[in-house]
T-cell receptor, first 111, second 114 residues
């Protein structure tokens, strides 16, 4: 069973700061997801990665398969980025066992 | 294209009652997953359907939980009888195939058992 660890658990930053959220896992995976959940809202899939790096707007996700580590970066952070960010991994069996989720990082961006 | 929908969005019931949650996946998605997030804990896998068959139900907490997907379209998750520890947010997700495809999540159903 994969163990997924996210850090930090909680993060408060000022608007405009560069944000990094980390995710590490214990067993090889086929893909890693970064998810976002706004308070009271559903989960939105931000990225799905199997290698390298992806960028969407101010969000950048990277993954290092050898080190079993992924990072989510937010550039020029804004209060609307405040949310819970969740890392989830899919097993090498191709997703038949669903996802293993981290506990989430609670991000608050203050104006 | 319509996304994954779940009904109801919120449900408040008393201990011992029965509740049925519904998930409608994206049309054409054979894979349907149920997840649960208990407050303060990570989201956990409950089970996985491929069409109408249960591919993996290893995450179902006990026999008070029953999931069905008759006809391979929408799915229901019934909790009977509900207990206090069943409170949480129940998420459903669907995907097109197993080859590392994106899972699309529904908005979740928040269940509160009093």
């Amino acid at each position: 069973k994969n163990e997924v660890e996210q850090s930090p658990q909680n993060l408060t930053a000022q608007e405009g700061e560069f944000i990094t959220i980390n995710c590490s896992y214990s067993v090889g995976i086929s893909a890693l997801h970064w998810l976002q959940q706004h308070p009271g809202g559903g989960i939105v899939s931000l990225f799905m990665l199997s290698s390298g790096k992806k960028k969407h707007g101010r969000l950048i996700a990277t993954i290092n398969i050898q080190e079993k580590h992924s990072s989510l970066h937010i550039t020029a952070s804004h209060p609307r980025d405040s949310a819970v960010y969740i890392c989830a991994v899919e097993g090498s069996g191709g997703g038949a066992d669903g996802l293993t989720f981290g506990k989430g990082t609670h991000l608050i961006i203050q104006p | 294209e319509a996304g994954v929908t779940q009904f109801p969005s919120h449900s408040v019931i008393e201990k011992g009652q029965t509740v049925t949650l519904r998930c409608d996946p994206i049309s054409g998605h054979d894979n349907l997953y149920w997840y649960r997030r208990v407050m303060g804990k990570e989201i956990k896998f409950l089970l996985h359907f491929v069409k109408e068959s249960k591919q993996d139900e290893s995450g179902m907490p006990n026999n008070r939980f029953l999931a069905e997907r008759t006809g391979g379209t929408y799915s229901t998750l019934k909790v009977q009888p509900a207990e206090l520890e069943d409170s949480g947010v129940y998420f459903c997700a669907s995907s097109q195939d197993l080859a590392a495809s994106t899972q699309y999540f529904g908005p979740g159903t928040r269940l509160t058992v009093l």
